[in-house]
């Protein structure tokens, strides 16, 4: 299984890597971790005529936190992610996503723009962005754009991004409260059956603010604005956590595959999504 | 076919000049341009590990690298490991407490389990086998491989506590 011949880029600047977007359309694309890319390039799912290797642009990658606001640069991968004291502590949920992606190899180089940017419906990230309504930045010829991540995903690796733009930053408010993301696998390594993102704020026994999002229970990553009405202002007990549950479910439109069918998936996300409004509660 | 690359990169310390496609992989140059036989072809598809080697102080499976990406890079396979007279603590300790059977998975299980222990030098049974979870074996059933980690990393501790 090799890929297909192409002609191998590495451009310095983000500059330089539009540029080369914009000469050769859609028979370039743009190469992060490759984790992704590279299998469907070797299945000769992927036709590439132009690979343009990002490991060379300055800037990037790395994560700074500032005041309440975290930007992480879309090179940054997930294993950097995970070992980042400072998101460890201003967005947790963040570790506990990454830490149920692929597996230890593949975190060394899978990066979360890759991530977020292919339009996976089986990528963790998207699902986990809705989650915290994070900010996508997309550099093309005409200049810069940010673009919310609940606006970004139109069907199944169909995005908001033009052919020529690259994502290269994804920025979110800190969290606070509690938090949890739960996924449902077959093995480590495997996409999600069924996965939940939960942020719950508490004041006393009340909730006082909720967001639930979901991976790979539609085409695209699913927000939730009705599970989370369903959470606020209760005192998140059994019967709310139903309620949210019901409203997480009319939201998402499985499809069957080897996962299992649409009975079996909607099982699942009922499952997950239960316990993971039960962990971020316990840790509001 | 494409235009080839002069690819450099340093492989098991050893600098390296080559000419290769951008298209082909790393996991083929190594094997096929360098003889380096220790990481195997699996299953080809990142699931295995079997063809996992070092790239830049990181654990990747080299059958979902191109051998452009690798340009300038620093690669430890598992022969870079050992020395011609003698076998690495890993090694040793794989062979002391039977971490192998078919022994198809193991160049890729001791890279790997190599780079855990650099960045955990004292890990649990738990971080191991979270540690490993991206290198298949079908015959041993794991139990073995993690003794054999975990003897290696005691090992290790002892000799760099005896030297200071």
């Known amino acids: 299984m090799i890929p297909a011949a192409f002609e191998y880029h590495r451009p310095k600047n983000v500059q330089d890597a539009i540029g080369i977007l914009v000469e050769h359309g859609d028979e370039a694309r743009v190469l992060a971790g490759g984790h992704s890319l590279i299998p469907m390039m070797k299945l000769r799912m992927a036709a590439i005529e132009h690979l343009v290797d990002l490991q060379d642009v300055d800037g990037l990658s790395g994560i700074s936190i500032d005041g309440g606001r975290i930007t992480i640069g879309a090179m940054t991968t997930q294993h950097e992610l995970i070992t980042h004291d400072g998101l460890a502590t201003a967005a947790p949920i963040l570790r506990e996503a990454a830490l149920q992606i692929a597996?230890?190899?593949?975190?060394?180089?899978?990066?979360?723009?890759?991530?977020?940017?292919?339009?996976?419906?089986?990528?963790?990230?998207?699902?986990?962005?809705?989650?915290?309504?994070?900010?996508?930045?997309?550099?093309?010829?005409?200049?810069?754009?940010?673009?919310?991540?609940?606006?970004?995903?139109?069907?199944?690796?169909?995005?908001?991004?033009?052919?020529?733009?690259?994502?290269?930053?994804?920025?979110?408010?800190?969290?606070?409260?509690?938090?949890?993301?739960?996924?449902?696998?077959?093995?480590?390594?495997?996409?999600a059956t069924a996965a939940a993102a939960v942020l719950l704020q508490k004041d006393g026994d009340t909730c006082t603010g909720a967001s639930i999002a979901m991976t790979n229970l539609s085409d695209t990553p699913v927000f939730s604005e009705a599970a989370g009405a369903a959470l606020t202002g209760t005192s998140v007990g059994k019967a709310d956590i139903e309620a949210a549950v019901a409203a997480a479910l009319s939201d998402i439109d499985p499809t069957e595959d080897n996962r299992g069918p649409v009975e079996f998936k909607r099982h699942v996300a009922a499952v997950v999504i239960a316990r993971a409004i039960t962990r971020a509660w316990s840790r509001a | 076919m494409s235009d080839k690359m002069h690819l450099k990169m340093t492989v098991n310390g050893k600098q390296e000049d080559l000419l290769v496609e951008p298209r082909e992989l790393l996991i083929y140059v190594l094997r096929e341009k360098l003889n380096l036989t220790g990481p195997h072809v699996g299953c080809e598809t990142t699931h295995c590990g079997a063809c996992t080697v070092e790239l830049n102080g990181k654990s990747v499976k080299s059958c979902t690298v191109l051998a452009a990406q690798a340009q300038g890079a620093e690669v430890t396979t598992v022969e870079g490991l050992s020395t011609p007279d003698d076998l690495h603590v890993l090694q040793k300790a794989f062979r002391e407490h039977h971490g192998l059977q078919c022994g198809f998975c193991t160049p890729g299980m001791i890279t790997r389990a190599h780079r855990l222990l650099q960045e955990n030098p004292n890990p649990t049974e738990e971080e191991v086998r979270f540690g490993i979870a991206g290198n298949l074996c079908r015959c041993t059933g794991y139990q073995n491989i993690v003794k054999s980690i975990l003897a290696a990393a005691a090992e290790m501790n002892a000799a760099k506590e005896a030297a200071e």
């Open chain 1, 103 to 191: 597996d230890p190899q593949v975190r060394y180089v899978g990066t979360i723009g890759g991530n977020v940017a292919n339009g996976d419906p089986g990528n963790d990230m998207p699902g986990l962005m809705q989650c915290l309504d994070a900010s996508f930045t997309l550099v093309g010829p005409d200049g810069t754009r940010e673009v919310a991540a609940r606006d970004f995903y139109e069907a199944a690796y169909m995005t908001e991004r033009s052919d020529e733009e690259i994502l290269t930053a994804i920025s979110f408010n800190a969290t606070a409260g509690g938090y949890s993301y739960e996924k449902q696998k077959r093995k480590i390594g495997d996409y």
